[in-house]
């Protein structure tokens, strides 16, 4: 199992981001996948999900209504779109997925600061 998510950077309050996750090494297709953030001193907290056909989805509190969830089965990747951004936001995001046990990508940083 591979997870390599891209997108991360340096984003000033109210910016938008995308977030990429590839998969490999699995059937992308057959399990649902999530979005993790681990903040300097804090500890890591789920953000989003999606299922398999990515017909559901769930969101944190925190970030409902600002970010959007999705994947493209086909090309074996997962996205995470984050609109007005804000520095509580700033963290390593991490893609997920639990197959027997929790596997995790190498993170990307997102960092929202004037």
């Known amino acids: 199992v591979q997870l390599v998510e891209s997108g991360g950077g340096l984003v000033q309050p109210g910016g938008s981001l995308r977030l990429s996750c590839v998969a490999s090494?699995?059937?992308?297709?057959?399990?649902?996948m999530r979005w993790y953030r681990q903040a300097p001193g804090k500890e890591r907290e789920l953000v989003a999900s999606?299922?398999?056909?990515?017909?559901?989805?769930n969101y944190a509190n925190s970030v409902k209504g600002r970010f959007t969830i999705s994947r493209d089965n086909p090309k074996n990747t997962m996205y995470l779109q984050m609109n007005s951004l804000k520095p509580e936001d700033t963290a390593v995001y991490y893609c997920?997925?639990?197959?027997?046990?929790?596997?995790w990508g190498q993170g990307t940083q997102v960092t929202v600061s004037s």
């Open positions: 090494g699995f059937t992308f297709s057959a399990y649902d």
């Open positions: 999606i299922s398999s056909a990515g017909r559901s989805t």
């Open positions: 997920s997925v639990n197959r027997g046990r929790r596997y």
